[in-house]
């Protein structure tokens, strides 16, 4: 066999694996336990490997939680997180999706796990994090292993009950949006405060800084004056490079429009 015939045969072969993969796919079911990868330098124990349960599926959102931190919850305190897992779904569904999605475009759907439901892993981050998005995750195992092909965002399991996790959520909802529009429709990798940029101003689109007391554009503006002189452009992940680039974005929608965006 040449080695064009060979390579062709291999393209076919894999092609087929990954169509046969991908279609075969099946919807999750709450008890669910599944060995996820994570990012171990946003991972508060920097870990690279998180056990979880999918303890609820709603319409539009899969929720899995460390398996030994829910396992240590009483029966009272697992109703309670639920309850709010319920509120959490209820504000991205009529809220956070239809809103985010008219102004930066949708999501991969059904996407790379042929689910349209969206993963949420909560997990124990570091404490200056509210959550993360990992682009590794949108593609297969085969071009990335430690894939978890899904469409998923990772979220600070400690801020259940806190009206800051869906500030957090919607900004990592961001990301997703912006990866299918940027990186995988057009074949653009955004520079990180741009991309950060866009995602920092969804609590504005979404009026959750409507009340300046308490809001995320009342830190961003706090830590901004702390330091006004950090460099916008060179990303050093440090909430100074959130604080200026939200507040230049802040300053481009208030001039040109959200078309800007």
């Known amino acids: 066999m040449n080695s064009k015939i060979f390579r062709n045969t291999v393209f076919l072969i894999v092609s087929f694996f990954v169509l046969f993969l991908a279609v075969n796919v099946k919807a ?21 490997q998180v056990q979880a349960i ?32 319920d509120g959490l779904s209820l504000e991205f569904s009529n809220k956070i999706y239809p809103t985010l999605t008219s102004i930066y475009g949708y999501e991969w759907n059904p996407g790379i796990d042929n689910d349209s439901k969206i993963t949420l892993l909560f997990e124990s981050i570091n404490s200056n994090l509210g959550g993360y998005f990992r682009t590794q995750d949108e593609y297969s195992k085969l071009q990335i292993p430690d ?12 801020k259940f009950g806190s009206n800051q996790l869906k500030v957090f959520l919607a900004h990592e909802f961001v990301h997703l949006l912006v990866f299918n529009q940027k990186n995988r429709i057009q074949g653009v990798v955004e520079e990180v405060w741009l991309s950060e940029a866009r995602s920092d101003y969804a609590s504005t689109i979404l009026g959750y800084d409507d009340v300046y007391s308490g809001s995320n554009l009342q830190r961003r503006v706090g830590d901004f004056l702390d330091q006004p ?22 300053y481009l929608v208030d001039y040109y429009g959200i078309r800007i965006l």
């Open 54 to 85: 999918l303890v609820k599926a709603t319409g539009g959102l899969y929720f899995y939680v460390e398996k030994k931190w829910w396992d240590l919850k009483t029966q009272a305190e697992q109703n309670t997180i639920l309850s709010y897992m």
């Open 147 to 158: 894939s978890n092909e899904r469409e998923m965002l990772y979220m600070p399991i400690e």
């Open 28 to 48: 999750s079911n709450v008890g669910e336990i599944i060995n996820f990868n994570v990012d171990p330098a946003y991972d508060a124990e920097a870990r690279s």
């Open 229 to 250: 002189g950090d460099s916008l452009t060179e990303w050093k992940n440090t909430k100074y490079d959130y604080s200026v680039e939200s507040l230049f974005v802040h």
